[in-house]
Every structure is written in C-alpha cells, then in structure tokens.
C-alpha cells in the first residue's frame, strides 16, 4: 500500500513559453513575438511512492511538464517546490546536488545513450558525478543494477556498446542508469513508446517492482490511457497546456467528467458493436498553442459546449473528493 501523506513534488501556476522561431523578413515586417504556450498554469502535487500518470495528445504539454519539474527546463512563471522546498530557480551546485533526488527516463533509448560510451560507464556515471563510488566499487554497483533490471550475464553487458543490444536492452539500461543513484522521484517520459509491443508489458512490470525495492516515486507521461489504467495510482488529463481532471485510477474510468476525458476513454478499443455507437467523437483539429482559443480551450470541438464555454475559463475544481475538473457543465 502506498503512502499518501507526503506531498514529494508540487507545482503553482506552472508555465512555460517558448518563442516562436521566425524568419528575418517575417521579423522585419512584424516586431510582435509569439508563443507557443505549451504549459499554461499547471497546478498538481505528487504523493510520496505513488505512480502519478500525465495522459494527453501530442504536443499537449505533458512532457514540457515533466521536465520542468525535474529542471531541466527553466520555468516561465509559477513555482515548483521538492519536499516542501522551492526549487524553482535554484542553480550550479545546488542544482547538481538536486539532481541525484531527481531523475528522468527519456523516452528514445536510442538517442539518451552515448554511443561511445560502454554500457557500464553509462549507467556508473552518476556514481562518480555525485561523488558516491568509483573504481571497483562502482563496477559492483553497477553489476548488480544490471542482474536488477535483467541484463545477464551482468559481466558480459557491462563491456557492451549501446549499438549491440536490442531497443528493450537499451530502455533497461536507460532505467538502470535513472535507478542508480536511488532517487526519490522519476520522470518516466513515455518509456514503451519506442519499444516492441511484445516487450513493453515486461518493461512495466520491471519499473513497478523497481519501484517497489527502491520506494520511488513516478510521474509516468504517457499518451495511451489503457498503460496509464495499468501502472498508475492517480492520472491527470492535460489538453493544449492545462490540466483539465484528475482523479485516481479507479474513479477517472469509472465516472469520467470532462468531456476531452470521456472521448479518450470511449477511444480505448472494446469488442463489440455496443462500444462503437458509444463513442464520443470530438469534431475538428486541435487548436494551436499559439494562439489557443479564448474561454475553455476544448469549446470549439465539444459536442456538450453552452454560451460560457467560449468566454470564461474554467477552473480546476474539485467536484468530489479527490476528483477535480476543468469544466462549465459542473
């Protein structure tokens, strides 16, 4: 059983713009920047060994988020804080220092792994960036993460090159190499996305028992709600930046409130004829975070909008306990 008492990680108003690359006649003739407003005031709080899943189309912010909460983004506006300290701006050794609490597990085990760089090496890196082991001692550590994540003979892969393991092999080490400094909270940004299907059930049973061994936390970024329904304890729904329900599990399937919501979960493939003629279509392209639309960012596609939707944006409330959403119909 989870513990649910600490708060670990927290975020108020997070925001994060990025300015709008142009060409030179373009800036010539306007001087006005644009943004793509990829977080836009994001409230949330992680709980301490909790699984914590951020669902959202492409480009709906959820890996900007991710991100920044581990710092490797700096913010536009708003504050993070990590066990109740604020940590939104900290830098040099502090931030080094942070760091070996917070880790991410990219989403390309292709692209996150040097290519020149032993498989070892790789994974014992931040052992001896953190000043915690070298030499022999760092070999050890790192064999036994390998035998841990199930790379074995743990001998033979520690003298292996990225290019000669598989893409399952690369995301374990990927996750060995978040794992080894046991921090105390994980981005997991998509991490079966690239990953044979045939494998990604072994890869989420690996990170739940690693989880369990090392009490770490997850904020696990996902696009798919079926893998968020499957590992995670609590799930935020995010739509063109904003955050607009979140509940646990069990309550977001069961009595799904927004409408965004309720169209991602009547997409999830069911058999039957029945769940084709009950799913909700939302109607139209996703709008640009450029220039998203005024009132609740959903209106111009949802089929339940009424006259506030385009004028007012809704707040994230809480509508039952634990449950809150984004929405004018409640």
């Not at 913010?75 to 993070?80: L, S, Y």
């Not at 111009?300 to 929405?327: D, M, N, Q, T, W």
């Amino acid at each position: 059983m989870i513990r649910m008492s600490r708060v670990i990680i927290s975020a108020i108003n997070l925001t994060k713009y990025f300015p709008v690359q142009r060409g030179f006649l373009e800036r010539l003739i306007s001087r006005k920047l644009e943004y793509i407003r990829a977080v836009d005031g994001v409230d949330l709080e992680i709980k301490e060994e909790e699984t914590f899943a951020l669902v959202g189309e492409t480009g709906c912010g959820k890996t900007t988020t991710g991100r920044l909460l581990v710092r490797l983004l700096e913010p536009t506006g708003g504050d993070i804080f990590f066990r109740g300290i604020r940590i939104t701006h900290i830098k040099g050794e502090e931030l080094r220092k942070l760091r070996r609490h917070l880790q991410i597990i990219f989403q390309d085990p292709y692209a996150s792994l040097n290519p020149r760089m032993k498989i070892g090496d790789a994974i014992g890196h931040p052992l001896e960036i953190h000043d915690i082991a070298k030499g022999r001692e760092k070999r050890q550590i790192v064999l036994e993460m390998l035998e841990k994540v199930g790379l074995t003979p743990a001998e033979r892969y520690y003298e292996l090159y990225p290019h000669q393991l598989s893409g399952g092999e690369r995301q374990r080490v990927v996750i060995s190499r978040a794992m080894i400094l046991k921090p105390d909270f994980i981005v997991a940004d998509e991490p079966i996305s690239m990953i044979d299907v045939s494998l990604r059930a072994k890869i989420l049973e690996l990170m739940v028992d690693l989880k369990k061994e090392f009490h770490v936390t997850y904020l696990f970024i996902t696009h798919d709600l079926a893998t968020a329904k499957y590992i995670s304890d609590r799930i935020a729904v995010m739509y063109l930046g904003k955050i607009v329900e979140l509940a646990t599990t069990d309550e977001l399937f069961s009595n799904p409130l927004h409408p965004y919501v309720k169209a991602l979960i009547s997409a999830i493939p069911r058999p039957g004829p029945k769940a084709e003629r009950e799913r909700l279509l939302l109607r139209g392209e996703i709008p640009s975070p450029i220039n998203p639309p005024s009132g609740c960012r959903l209106h111009p596609r949802c089929p339940f909008k009424i006259r506030i939707c385009s004028k007012e944006e809704p707040k994230l409330l809480e509508k039952e306990r634990g449950h809150y959403v984004a929405c004018h119909l409640y």
